[in-house]
């Protein structure tokens, strides 16, 4: 369990998170939506560990951090590391050994090369593969299915679904509602750093369809498209 209680965030003046409660089961995959700017991604970067906040985040665990796979939107590579070295680097701090990289290269990456060459959906399944290769219980992925090629959404979507079955931790942001709905237990809508709807899996088409109303309203029909 990892409870999330009365989180605040704020830049100089900006209160980007307000009041942030939150309580993650084992076992369970978590959907986060929101208009960009909503704090999502401020909110992973401090359970994470990457940002100071106000409030507390508890966890069965005596370091977190320690069981966090945290897959970020933009995923940082240095400019000479390989692939494989990258790997290499993220296996290192979990102290996992692994005798060959290819056998686990799902998504046939070239590894051999410089990881800061590829392409945003490559880099976005490289660092994918590097926190899963870490065996973490608890993960954070932000916007996984971003510019990832149709053949691996499908793959990432089936890891979920593994994941949640070895009885891990998942918080999942996209902008992709489907991809969601497909993988999620339960989703929580984030709106100017409140979250303001939590829906459970049986009315995830209800949301879908709020969230269609008040994005679309009447903005189609104003183009006047001929």
Sequence with gaps: MITIEHLSKSFGAKKVLN???LSLEKGKVYGIVGENGAGKTTLFNC???LE?????IKSDYTKLKDQL???QTDP???SKITGQEYLQLLCNARQIKVKDFNEKNIFDLPLNQY???YSTGMKKKLALLGVLMQENDFFILDEPFNGVDIQSNIIITEIIHQLKSLNKTLIISSHIFSTLSDTCDEIYMLKKGIFV???HQSDFGKLEQEMKDFTIGNSIE???LK
């Design 19 to 21: 009041d942030i409660n």
């Design 47 to 49: 359970i994470a560990g």
């Design 52 to 56: 100071k906040y106000k409030g507390t």
């Design 69 to 71: 796979g945290f897959l």
């Design 76 to 78: 940082f590579f240095f």
């Design 115 to 117: 990881a800061s060459t």
């Design 197 to 199: 709807k939590k829906v």
């Design 222 to 224: 104003q183009l006047n």
